[in-house]
């Protein structure tokens, strides 16, 4: 059974930054979407940032020039780096990972982020 698990949540100022990974059990193979979602209190949950196999990335555009996602299937990881951060970022931040060629989509139980000063 392939399970995520993410990591790097935390308390952080206005304005600092985190890094926060992603550790699948398992190398992931194929044509892959990794991707980041978060969940604010009374929110539904929102993609992010997303990246394909071939290099490809999205951003919403809350977070557009502040975060960066970076992924390797063969090594079973996804991180997101943020920047530039604000009280509108505290969310519980979820990694994602899809094979649709496949019909695979596993996700992470999800890691805090809170930021206040």
């Known amino acids: 059974q392939v399970l995520l698990k993410e990591s790097g949540g935390g308390l952080v100022q206005p304005g600092g930054s985190l890094a926060l990974s992603c550790r699948s059990t398992?190398?992931?193979?194929?044509?892959?979407?990794m991707a980041w979602y978060r969940q604010a209190p009374e929110k539904e949950r929102e993609l992010v940032a997303s990246?394909?196999?071939?290099?490809?990335?999205t951003y919403a555009e809350s977070v557009k020039g502040r975060f960066s996602i970076s992924g390797d299937g063969p090594k079973g990881t996804v991180s997101l780096q943020m920047n530039a951060l604000g009280p509108e970022d505290t969310a519980v931040y979820f990694c994602?990972?899809?094979?649709?060629?496949?019909?695979?989509?596993?996700w992470g139980t999800g890691t805090s982020v809170f930021v206040s000063s």
């Open positions: 990246i394909s196999t071939n290099g490809s990335t």
């Open positions: 994602n990972v899809k094979r649709p060629s496949v019909g695979m989509d596993l």
């Open positions: 398992r190398s992931l193979f194929g044509n892959l979407l």
